[in-house]
């Protein structure tokens, strides 16, 4: 669905810190970056989650809630872990979700931003409810 995601931060240096460490738990690494003003995390240029330098024309994001996708309940534990010791306060500890779905393992951190940000592991893999997803409909995967 997603190409990339954006936010604003009011210190890039800062957040491309936080991000490049807390990121890395999940397998992640940077894959674009122009010099203060933008840094993007991922597996690809289309497949990024990207940091921006806020200023006058693009001020600060607020009110954001993204889940990464984690392959294991150790990485959600890792993500956890290591966005703590960066900087993110705790908003929930990683553990099962029983309210969202059967199988969902989560933690949930807040960044020095102030951005919800949240390690999700399932029983059910992203790439299965895709494939899933288009088979119901006729489409192909070319994932």
């Known amino acids: 669905m997603f190409d990339h995601i954006q936010i604003k931060v009011g210190n890039l240096e800062a957040s491309r810190a936080f991000y490049a460490a807390t990121l890395a738990s999940l397998g992640h690494k940077v894959v674009f970056e122009i010099d203060k003003v933008v840094v993007g ?63 969902y393992f989560a933690a949930f951190v807040v960044d020095p931003n102030g951005h919800n940000l949240e390690a999700v592991y399932t029983t059910r893999s992203t790439k299965s409810a895709m494939a899933t997803d288009a088979n119901q409909t006729g489409e192909t995967n070319h994932g």
């Open 41 to 103: 995390f991922g597996n690809s240029p289309h497949d990024m989650f990207e940091v921006r330098q806020a200023d006058h024309t693009a001020p600060v994001s607020s009110a954001i809630h993204i889940a990464f996708v984690s392959r294991s309940e150790d990485a959600v534990r890792l993500f956890f872990s290591t966005a703590l010791a960066h900087g993110a306060t705790d908003n929930g500890a990683p553990g099962l979700r029983p309210e969202y779905e059967e199988g």
